[in-house]
Nanobody
Framework: QARLVESGGGSVQVGQSLRLSCTGEKFIGWTDYMGWFHQAPGNERQGVAVFYGYSTVYNDSVRGRFTLSQDRAKNTVYLQMNNLKLEDTGTYFC???????????????????WGQGTTVNVSS
């Protein structure tokens, strides 16, 4: 059964960095249309960064701090998170199977497949 597996979460202090990984097991060609989403406690899941074909789209809240990259040989997508802030705390999910158009790529409702999430805790 195909699945997405996230890793790399942890506890850090404000200003530090983490790199999250998402590996697609038994997924083929998924990395060009995938996304990372952030869910803070009590909040809805929000798009952070996505690959949409040749484009990379970032939420305004992370632009300049987070970088999305991929290693096709490893079937893995990475989210490098620098200069972390308290509000970055939460669970990060990767998603694949985008079914929407080009203007709604940061919307969680448009993705069919989800990983189990990895938790990031940023403290002062």
């Amino acid at each position: 059964q195909a699945r997405l597996v996230e890793s790399g979460g942890g506890s850090v202090q404000v200003g530090q960095s983490l790199r999250l990984s998402c590996t697609g097991e038994k997924f083929i060609g998924w990395t060009d249309y995938m996304g990372w989403f952030h869910q803070a406690p009590g909040n809805e899941r929000q798009g952070v960064a996505v690959f949409y074909g040749y484009s990379t789209v970032y939420n305004d809240s992370v632009r300049g701090r987070f970088t999305l990259s991929q290693d096709r040989a490893k079937n893995t997508v990475y989210l490098q998170m620098n200069n972390l802030k308290l509000e970055d705390t939460g669970t990060y999910f990767c998603a694949a199977g985008y079914k929407g158009g080009p203007t709604d790529v940061l919307s969680a409702k448009n993705y069919n497949f989800w990983g189990q999430g990895t938790t990031v805790n940023v403290s002062s």
